[in-house]
């Protein structure tokens, strides 16, 4: 499961979201690339998931982007907690804040 951080202005550059004007969400291309490169090595997944991660502005790690390519590759369940900065929801438990959002599972 990878994790980031995204301010709740920017959470439509992580998912689709009809009512915005932002045409670049991560989510998106996540989707396209495990429709396209199913079956697929993960080396090969890598650097198209850095490229949309690059074009929707967020801040995956090297090691975030290897377990979605590896699982873009072998078809498996991805999921991605999303945190949102202090300023932005109440703290959870760990003392950082987290949305409603946690636990979003890509899977196609």
Do not use: N
């Amino acid at each position: 499961m990878g994790e980031i951080t995204v301010s709740a202005q920017h959470l439509d550059h992580l998912l689709h979201d009809p009512a915005s004007t932002y045409g670049a969400p991560y989510q998106r291309a996540y989707v396209d690339l495990a429709e396209t490169h199913s079956g697929r090595p993960a080396a090969e997944i890598v650097p198209l998931l850095r490229a949309a991660a690059d074009a929707a502005l967020l801040g995956f790690t090297g090691a975030d982007l290897a377990e979605q390519a590896e699982a873009i590759s072998t078809g498996a369940r991805y999921e991605l907690r999303v945190g949102a900065p202090a300023a932005d929801a109440s703290s959870g438990p760990s003392g950082r804040a987290i949305t409603k959002l946690c636990g979003i599972a890509w899977e196609m």
